[in-house]
């Protein structure tokens, strides 16, 4: 396998406390030294080997910076070519020796440690020899890290990703208090707390959130690539960055073709709406066919089956409580299967074990139940309850926190807007879903009372879809 070989740094020849700065310069600010430094990050780069580009960086608008075309560009058009010895990666060597030598030694996650060695280099300010590119970076990154805990409960509550953005902080607040615990404290010299604490681990963290990228042909090694991270996500497009064996190089292939003087996309992944304002810190405007909006349903405590259910969904390994995400085209047969154990009496005891398999996402890609037609409307039914609670939810924020009841009153949110308008956006992508969902449900209810057929599943391309 091919590696990506570090960029060599110069030996800082003086004591530890005295190469880092005393105010670091964490990025840049506003839209006008954002654009200057990331021209000097470009300019630098060219000096580093980077070839001369068929894009250049410029404002783009609610996007902040992307790369645009400086001529037409056609499908199956390479991009970059950045010199493999220009990415960040874990191989990277640290300007800080002593602080590299310790993270090194204690054998850490991807993560942590390109957090570790971020935070190393920006405290280095101009002594680092990664400065051009961290002052091209943002100060404050648009990451749901730097939103606080209450943040978070107040504006996504309505929204089927709150636990999981919450999730995301605690699990970077623990993150940092263990290597607090167990390295920077015991290394005081080489991690002072002005330099290495949660405010700096958040903001690193928030960094690789939203420009870390996964490399195929490296075995999805983990790097940040400068003047590739510009390259703003589009819902539509597949183009991503990999690693070229033959130049050694970071580069991309277009999957289409842009006229001059147009900004070019590449994918951050098949991702919902509420995954990218997580990790990314905004909401596309357009279409995303891969969005979708988590389901969550629950076994009721005061179901006198309520043992041999739950025995059943240990069996498969399944918890009492499953989320399943619903898409504008429809839901997956294990939601289905899942609310059909739910309902099930005791008389159907015997297909609990069944019912569970069908629950999970292995056996709900190969199995579909036959149901009878008052089990398919007692599981619609509890389907369409939990829509239902959800849309009244996203309605109650949109309405009486917002003031919003117009789909049609966002257009588009700045890239890395305020968490009210970002969490209005969110709301109005899931209740675009959700109430498509709710449609479905009612008409299939309906038909299935009245012995009819809507045949809403085949326009849809089937409700049970299987991603």
Not at 39 to 51: E, H, R
Not at 91 to 118: M, N
Not at 190 to 207: D, Q, R, T, Y
Not at 345 to 359: F, G, I, M, V, W
Request: net charge positive.
């Amino acid at each position: 396998m091919a590696l990506l070989y570090p960029a060599r740094a110069p030996v800082l020849h003086r004591p530890r406390l005295a190469c880092r700065a005393s105010s670091v310069p964490w990025g840049c600010d506003t839209d006008s030294s954002a654009l200057n430094s990331g021209i000097a990050l470009q300019q630098w780069l060219s000096q580093a080997g980077l070839p001369i580009q068929k894009v250049e960086l410029k404002n783009v608008g609610a996007g902040g910076r992307g790369l645009v075309s400086k001529r037409m560009l056609y499908k199956g058009d390479r991009l970059l070519f950045l010199p493999a010895t220009l990415a960040i990666t874990t191989e990277s060597e640290w300007a800080c020796a002593e602080a590299g030598k310790v993270i090194r030694a204690k054998d850490l996650p991807e993560w942590p440690f390109l957090a570790c060695y971020l935070i190393s280099e920006a405290s280095l300010g101009k002594s680092s020899p990664w400065y051009p590119y961290i002052a091209a970076l943002p100060r404050r990154p648009g990451s749901i890290l730097l939103w606080t805990a209450l943040d978070v409960e107040a504006h996504l509550s309505a929204t089927s990703i709150k636990d999981r953005a919450l999730q995301c902080v605690r699990e970077v607040e623990d993150t940092f208090n263990d290597l607090n615990k167990q390295v920077f404290m015991k290394n005081r010299e080489e991690f002072p707390p002005e330099v290495f604490n949660l405010e700096s681990f958040k903001w690193a963290f928030g960094i690789l959130f939203s420009r870390l990228v996964r490399l195929p042909s490296l075995g999805q090694k983990l790097a940040l690539i400068p003047f590739g991270d510009m390259l703003n996500h589009d819902t539509e497009v597949t183009t991503f960055l990999d690693f070229d064996s033959g130049s050694k190089s970071i580069t991309c292939t277009l999957d289409r073709g842009y006229e001059s003087n147009k900004e070019v996309f590449i994918s951050y992944g098949k991702r919902s709406n509420g995954e990218l304002l997580v990790a990314y810190g905004f909401v596309p405007s357009g279409k995303n066919s891969e969005d979708s909006v988590s389901i969550t349903l629950g076994l009721d405590p005061a179901d006198e089956m309520y043992e041999a259910k739950l025995g059943a969904l240990k069996e498969h390994g399944l918890s009492p409580q499953q989320s399943y995400p619903i898409k504008l085209k429809g839901w997956p047969v294990q939601l289905t299967a899942f609310a059909r154990l739910i309902t099930s009496p005791p008389s159907q005891l015997h297909r609990y074990s069944e019912l569970t398999s069908a629950a999970t996402e292995k056996q709900g890609r190969r199995m579909q139940p036959v149901f009878t037609t008052e089990e398919q409307m007692k599981a619609y039914e509890m389907i369409l309850s939990a829509c239902k609670q959800a849309i009244a939810a996203s309605k109650n924020y949109l309405e009486v926190e917002q003031g919003i009841v117009s789909f049609q009153l966002i257009k588009e949110v700045p890239r890395h807007g305020s968490l009210p308008k970002l969490a209005s956006a969110l709301c109005e992508s899931e209740l675009k879903i959700l109430y498509r969902n709710e449609y479905i449900l009612r008409s299939e209810l309906r038909d299935l009372r009245s012995g009819k057929n809507s045949g809403l599943l085949g326009k849809v391309s089937s409700m049970f879809f299987r991603d």
